[in-house]
């Protein structure tokens, strides 16, 4: 017996897609066979991403969309759903973050980052969640956490503590969404290299830290490929409120 992880005719919104991780994500989603809304504040990012795969002969739909704004995660999900017939799967992939010592930590900093990482997680979910019972088809939910979910690092207190509430808020979605087919687990990417984070990784501070990553390696963009398509698809129909670590080990480095 065996199983395929396929996406075929799968209604997919990601959201922060105009960049980073949830564009990376959306491009392999639809490359498996997804129909994918890409929603973003920077909407012409999400047109520009939308049109190249188009190009690549997939299906995508760029929207405006601010996950802290109940309205806009609303509009979102309904657009998605009007244009697809349905939403399947939803991507919360939104995400900042705030570089400060705790002592310093501004109130706008802090609202800004909780606002996005937690609140916009929950009210993009919620309008997902109703969507997928009015379709009556189930679907899945996955949370873009962070190991920082897990464990705690230097002046990331509002980031760390907004994605560990993250994790306790997709097993609240699991428990209370299950009677309606809905499945909700948190991917826990570690670190990750990207354009915006190379030069810190070249620096003799980035070179330790990634001495204490067990497989003393950083992640790329195509290590979340497979546990992404994974907790998207049915291959994963079986877990729910899950956290999935994907992270070279450094959740278990040595302490
Ligand atoms: N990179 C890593 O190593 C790493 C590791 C672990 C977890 N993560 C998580 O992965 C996710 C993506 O991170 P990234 O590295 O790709 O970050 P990024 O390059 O800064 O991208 C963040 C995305 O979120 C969107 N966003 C921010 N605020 C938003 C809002 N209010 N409404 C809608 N979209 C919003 C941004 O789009 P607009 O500005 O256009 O709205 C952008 O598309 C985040 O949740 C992050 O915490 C990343």
């Known amino acids: 017996m065996g199983f395929q992880v396929t996406l075929d005719g799968q209604a997919v919104l990601v959201t922060g897609a105009s960049q980073g991780l949830g564009a990376f994500f959306a491009e392999r989603l639809a490359a498996a066979g997804a129909k994918v809304a890409l929603g973003a504040r920077n909407v012409a990012a999400c047109a520009a991403l939308a049109e190249r795969i188009t190009a690549a002969g997939g299906t995508a739909l760029p929207l405006a969309l601010d996950v802290t704004d109940t309205a806009s995660a609303e509009a979102a999900v309904t657009a998605a759903a009007d244009a697809f017939g349905r939403l399947d799967v939803l991507v919360n992939n939104a995400g900042t973050t705030a570089t400060k010592p705790l002592m310093d930590m501004d109130e706008a900093s802090w609202d800004r980052v909780v606002d996005t990482n937690l609140k916009g997680a929950f009210l993009t979910a919620q309008a997902a969640a109703r969507q997928m019972v009015k379709d009556r088809q189930g679907g899945a939910i996955i949370n873009v956490a962070s190991i920082l979910g897990h464990r705690v690092a230097g002046q990331v207190a509002a980031y760390a503590a907004s994605k ?92």
């Open 164 to 255: 560990a509430a993250l994790v306790q808020l997709t097993r609240s979605m699991a428990l209370e969404w299950a009677r309606y087919g809905i499945r909700a687990n948190a991917l826990c990417p570690g670190y990750v290299e990207t354009d915006l984070n190379r030069d810190f990784f070249a620096t003799e501070a980035g070179v330790a830290l990634v001495k204490r990553i067990p497989n003393r390696r950083l992640g790329t963009l195509d290590d979340l490929t497979g546990p992404l398509l994974f907790l998207c698809s049915d291959a994963s129909a079986y877990m729910n409120g899950a956290s999935l670590a994907v992270d070279g080990g450094h959740l278990v480095s040595s302490l």
